[in-house]
């Protein structure tokens, strides 16, 4: 099994669409959870930091089951601006070990 | 500009050749990282620094690659005899290691590779 796995897409949604992304993660030993966002030939950039079972910032909301090893993102009132690779990263933490782990992506465009 | 700085941005070099990529974290981040992409893949991790000490080495690390952070500051990566498909970009990534936001990473503009 993959450490990271999430549905390469493309997903081609209209402007003003709901959308929402689903990941799954392997290491029951994962303590955080983020969401980063990344455009063509660019850096990955934060989008989202995934508390508990849960948060939204404006249009996002991270959902996270730990029980089913699962994250999502839905992205409400799609813009054009929302088009990009949306990478799921579940981090681990141990002794003298730190890791984030990148899926590779859902790719994501916003068609006027 | 206080994020993350990469330098050089590109780098086009003939097989065989050593190449060394240079990283500024974001200042008083104490974790640093570098990660390698290639098209269509995720970031793969390569090695990971606690201030001055690197405490965890991906295998895909060859003994050609080597970094170093010596003064827990800004880092390198040196490439030694490179391959064509050491080709790829070279990010750098650094977080606070320390508070509630401690394990946000940031990353840097990266650095392209080509191996020709």
């Known amino acids: 099994r993959k450490e990271v796995e999430q549905d390469p897409g493309p997903f081609n949604v209209p402007e003003g669409a709901t959308v929402a992304f689903n990941c799954t993660y392997s290491n029951s030993a994962s303590q955080s959870f983020f969401w980063y966002r990344q455009d063509c030939r660019k850096e990955p950039k934060l989008l989202m930091s995934v508390y508990s079972s849960g948060n939204e910032d404006g249009r996002f909301t991270a959902q996270l089951n730990r029980a089913s090893q699962y994250i999502s993102l839905l992205i409400r009132d799609s813009k054009l601006s929302d088009s990009a690779t949306y990478l799921c990263v579940p981090s681990y933490s141990g002794a003298g070990s730190y890791q984030l782990t990148f899926g590779k992506g859902t790719k994501l465009s916003v068609i006027p | 500009d206080t994020g993350v700085s990469q330098n050089p941005r590109h780098k086009i070099t003939k097989r065989g050749q050593n190449v060394t990529f240079r990283c500024d974290p974001i200042s008083e981040h104490n974790r640093l990282y570098w990660y390698r992409q290639t098209l269509g893949q995720g970031p793969e991790f390569l090695t990971y620094f606690q201030n001055e000490a690197q405490l965890e080495k991906s295998r895909l690390l060859s003994d050609r690659f080597s970094a170093e952070r010596p003064k827990g500051s800004f880092s390198t990566l040196e490439i030694q005899r490179t391959e064509q498909g050491d080709s790829a970009m070279y990010l750098c990534?650094?977080?606070?290691?320390?508070?509630?936001?401690?394990?946000?990473?940031?990353f840097g503009q990266g650095t392209r590779l080509t191996v020709v």
């Open positions: 990534a650094s977080s606070p290691g320390a508070g509630r936001m401690n394990t946000e990473a940031f």
